[in-house]
């Protein structure tokens, strides 16, 4: 089994900035077919792909409206993965999650999983962006 953890989440103003992690650990969970992303949902809306990124390191992907304004990044030796955000909107708000993915390519070949192959995910923080 796979467990993902997420923390960081809270209340930031509109502008303001925001870190999140995500732990991950079990049996199951190999870091060097792993890739990991981020994903938010807010009310009454679908969910949205925010960033990924292998955790051997190397390539990076993000949803069109973060670009430029979050970055994901990862701890190898610690299993963990981060997502910095900056410059927050109050659309922004949503419950982000953390998810994993295996990656059948060896680390080096600059594959992630596939936006919709996340199969382990966590439960989710609450970031609330006000004004």
């Known amino acids: 089994q796979v467990q993902l953890v997420e923390s960081g989440g809270g209340q930031v103003q509109i502008g303001g900035s925001l870190k999140l992690s995500c732990a991950a650990s079990g049996r199951s969970f190999n870091r060097n077919e792993m890739g990991m992303a981020w994903f938010r949902q807010a009310p009454g809306k679908e969910r949205e792909f925010v960033a990924a990124a292998r955790l051997t390191g190397g390539v990076t992907d993000y949803g069109d409206s973060v670009k430029g304004r979050f970055t994901i990044s990862e701890n190898y030796a610690r299993n963990k993965v981060y997502l910095q955000m900056n410059n927050l909107n109050s659309e922004e708000m949503a419950v982000y999650y953390c998810?994993?993915?295996?990656?059948?390519?060896?680390?080096?070949?600059?594959?992630?999983?596939?936006?919709?192959?996340?199969?382990?995910w966590g439960q989710g923080t609450q970031v609330t962006v006000s004004s």
């Open positions: 998810a994993a993915g295996r990656v059948k390519e060896p680390p080096g070949y600059g594959r992630l999983p596939y936006r919709n192959a996340y199969v382990y």
